[in-house]
């Protein structure tokens, strides 16, 4: 069973940046698709970005484009989050999730139930 262990978020102000990490235990994070969700408050899960299994897809929430950078690194077992140019509308809980068998495709973001495991979630707080 893979575990996945967050680190990261914090307070910020507008404008500024934060790197959110997901590293797993377990297994490889190899084969696994991931993706990262977020929660904020009275609201549904939505998902932010997505990495493919072989890290050749990455899609972003047409909220985050051009502000958020997925990455993964097989070597530590870490995908990343590099979130730029943050905005009080990005203050959530963040979520990293993985999925052995689902497949990132260019055309659709991934949905909270496509993925089996989840991290512990991490807050975000976007604040002057």
């Known amino acids: 069973q893979l575990q996945l262990v967050q680190s990261g978020g914090g307070l910020v102000q507008p404008g500024g940046s934060l790197r959110l990490s997901c590293t797993a235990s377990g297994g490889t994070l190899n084969p696994w698709a991931v993706g990262w969700f977020r929660q904020a408050p009275g609201k549904e899960r939505e998902g932010v970005s997505f990495?493919?299994?072989?890290?050749?897809?990455?899609k972003y929430a047409d909220s985050v484009k051009g502000r958020f950078t997925i990455s993964k690194d097989n070597t530590v077992n870490t995908v990343y989050l590099q979130m730029n140019s943050l905005k009080s509308e990005d203050t959530a809980v963040y979520y990293c999730?993985?999925?052995?068998?689902?497949?990132?495709?260019?055309?659709?973001?991934?949905?909270?139930?496509?993925?089996?495991?989840w991290g512990q979630g991490t807050q975000v707080t976007v604040s002057s």
């Open positions: 990495i493919s299994k072989s890290a050749r897809i990455t």
């Open positions: 999730a993985a999925d052995l068998y689902y497949e990132l495709t260019w055309d659709k973001l991934g949905t909270p139930t496509d993925f089996g495991s």
